[in-house]
């Protein structure tokens, strides 16, 4: 059973384009929402996390926009470049002492064409 | 620290073969992931410890996976007899007790089971 759903499954932008990638979750017992990044023959790596006290999270171009009562998270790259081009997975982990199994999206796969 | 280490980074065997995959994670960390990542379904979290101890394991497939973490600096992933389907990416990650829960990723070991 997927309990995130993540969504387009690919995406192709042009460099400076704002892609957009959006992911929805069904447990209200999740409290933290991380987006990672994996390039070609990595690991994936964190990007950017938010908790669900605040709707939005920016850092440098990325930023989380966040929709409790909907219980859905998306992701927005700013000014997208290149260097960008990678697969996002966007997860979720519930509340409870020191669980710490990460629930994950499929994964987006995006090109930022130069 | 150099991060998560994994070996081999690639592995050919073939059907019936044991196979041993590896992992070391960062120096402090007290728990430790193994995932598998496929393109059919993307990260799938097998098994995780804390403190040396199996915590979760409902991700494991079946009898022929087991995992082991002997101590704080070290843990296999052993797959007997293998089986083309369990051809995938393997990851192992780590991370800290407290503060948030960033999982860092290895390199991954590549396994084709023919």
């Known amino acids: 059973q997927q309990q995130v759903k993540q969504s387009p499954q690919s995406l192709i932008v042009q460099k400076g384009g704002i892609p957009i990638i959006n992911c929805a979750y069904e447990?209200?017992?999740?409290?933290?929402f991380p987006w990672y990044q994996q390039f070609p023959g990595k690991g994936p790596a964190l990007l950017i996390a938010?908790?669900?006290d605040v709707s939005e999270k920016k850092e440098g171009r990325f930023t989380i926009s966040f929709n409790k009562s909907a219980k859905q998270f998306s992701l927005h790259i700013m000014d997208s470049q290149p260097g960008d081009s990678a697969t996002y997975f966007c997860?979720?982990?519930?509340?409870?002492?020191?669980?710490?199994?990460?629930?994950w999206g499929l994964g987006t796969s995006l090109a930022v064409n130069p | 620290d150099a991060g998560v280490i994994q070996s081999p980074r690639h592995e050919v065997t073939e059907m019936g073969q044991e196979v041993t995959l590896r992992c070391k994670p960062i120096?402090?960390?007290?728990?430790l992931f193994w995932y598998r990542q496929t393109m059919m379904r993307g990260l799938e979290l097998l098994i995780y410890?804390?403190?040396?101890?199996?915590?979760?394991d409902s991700g494991m497939p079946e009898d022929r996976f087991s995992a082991k973490m002997p101590n704080a600096s070290f843990s296999t992933l052993k797959i007997q007899p293998s089986e083309p389907r369990d051809s995938a990416v393997y990851f192992c990650?780590?991370?800290?007790?407290?503060?948030?829960?960033?999982?860092?990723f290895g390199q991954g070991t590549r396994l084709t089971v023919v």
């Open positions: 990650a780590s991370s800290f007790k407290a503060g948030n829960t960033e999982a860092f």
């Open positions: 120096s402090g960390h007290d728990y």
């Open positions: 410890f804390n403190n040396n101890v199996p915590i979760d």
């Open positions: 447990n209200t017992a999740f409290d933290y």
């Open positions: 938010i908790r669900p």
């Open positions: 997860a979720a982990t519930p509340r409870a002492g020191n669980n710490r199994k990460l629930i």
